[in-house]
């Protein structure tokens, strides 16, 4: 390994990182990533690391990662490194093991008014004009699930999942999902399949309602990894 000082390292570092974390609040490569990508010891990378968090252009965790940008304020500190550090596989796991149980629970629940506001979200899906509707869109149905469910721990979960769909990482997986499938696929195949949840709901079978948000979900991480 060619030895290298913390200045050149710095330099490197900031070229590698508007390549692989570009907006505030990407999560860096882990340090052994790092060092072995700019041939440098784990040492000098922290030695690295520190300099660029001095100037504000870093923070990190400890547990958590580290992270593009100036350390955030407008959260307390825990919500915010859970936030920040959120990856699109991150959210969809934790989507797919939530939001079937929220469906077959709106099952268990609704009531006609109920049934027709959620075939609403649907309609709504079904018009969206561009990328940035059909993401409202289709947060919009979700949540709406939730309040179905009528447990407002469970609203308040999948607010929060909504909160982590902002940020910049899944921004972007979205934004390159949405061009390459087309809005067409958004508005037709995408809001259908939210229409065989509501079908499952107004039947009142949360076993058929759960499979129907579990094959929209594994439809959706498929699209995002490429494989739709």
């Not at 440098?40 to 940008?69: I, M, P």
């Not at 307390?76 to 934790?94: F, H, K, N, Q, S």
């Not at 469970?154 to 061009?179: H, K, N, P, V």
Request: glycine share 8%; charged share 25%.
């Amino acid at each position: 390994m060619v030895r290298h000082n913390t200045a050149t390292i710095s330099a490197q570092l900031r070229d590698t990182l508007d390549q692989l974390a570009p907006c505030a609040g990407d999560r860096l490569p882990a340090e052994r990533d790092l060092s072995q990508r700019l041939d440098c010891s784990r040492q000098t990378l922290r030695n690295a690391l520190a300099a660029l968090e001095r100037d504000g252009e870093l923070w990190r965790h400890v547990g958590q990662g580290t992270f593009r940008g100036p350390r955030p304020r407008h959260l307390p500190l825990r919500e915010t490194v859970l936030l920040e550090g959120v990856t699109p596989p991150d959210l969809m796991r934790a989507r797919m093991l939530v939001e079937p149980q929220v469906a077959a629970e709106a099952a268990r629940r609704a009531d006609p008014p109920d049934v027709a506001y959620l075939r609403r979200k649907v309609a709504d899906g079904h018009a969206a004009p561009d990328s940035a509707a059909c993401e409202q869109a289709d947060d919009a149905f979700h949540r709406a699930l939730a309040q179905t469910a009528g447990n407002p721990v469970l609203i308040g979960l999948l607010d929060y999942l909504s909160g982590t769909r902002r940020r910049a990482a899944w921004q972007r997986g979205w934004y390159r999902t949405y061009r390459r499938l087309g809005a067409d696929e958004f508005r037709t195949g995408h809001s259908d399949q939210h229409g065989d949840i509501v079908d499952a709901i107004a039947a009142a079978d949360p076993d058929a309602a759960f499979a129907a948000m579990a094959r929209h979900l594994a439809v959706i991480e498929a699209a995002m990894r490429g494989e739709g």
